[in-house]
């Protein structure tokens, strides 16, 4: 079993930063890709971010220039700084992690950590 703990979200004003962070822990044999996605009120979940074990990474249009993802393979941890905050981009950010334990392949999310912009 794999679990994920998020941290990082918070109340910033328009034009703050934050950064998110997701540490991956259990019996992982290895980790392929790693993403953020958000979902606010009465909308679909929606991708944020990803990054290949490669660290290739796709953006959502939505955020491109202002958000960066990265991650640290010793950690087993995905970062998501996030820079120039909109009110449009307050909602729930949920890490989604997928890849091999000892025994069968995973998929994970975390619990979501919310990110609320506002002054």
């Known amino acids: 079993q794999v679990q994920l703990v998020e941290s990082g979200g918070g109340l910033v004003q328009p034009g703050g930063s934050l950064r998110l962070s997701c540490a991956a822990s259990?019996?992982?044999?290895?980790?392929?890709?790693m993403g953020w996605y958000r979902q606010a009120p009465g909308k679909q979940r929606e991708l944020v971010a990803t990054?290949?074990?490669?660290?290739?990474?796709i953006y959502a249009d939505s955020v491109k220039g202002r958000f960066t993802i990265s991650r640290d393979n010793a950690k087993n941890t995905v970062y998501l700084q996030m820079n120039s905050l909109k009110p449009e981009d307050t909602a729930v950010y949920y890490c989604?992690?997928?890849?091999?334990?000892?025994?069968?392949?995973?998929?994970?999310w975390g619990q979501g950590t919310q990110v609320t912009v506002s002054s």
């Open positions: 990054i290949t074990s490669a660290a290739n990474t």
């Open positions: 259990g019996s992982i044999f290895s980790i392929n890709g």
């Open positions: 989604n992690v997928d890849g091999r334990t000892f025994v069968a392949g995973f998929v994970s």
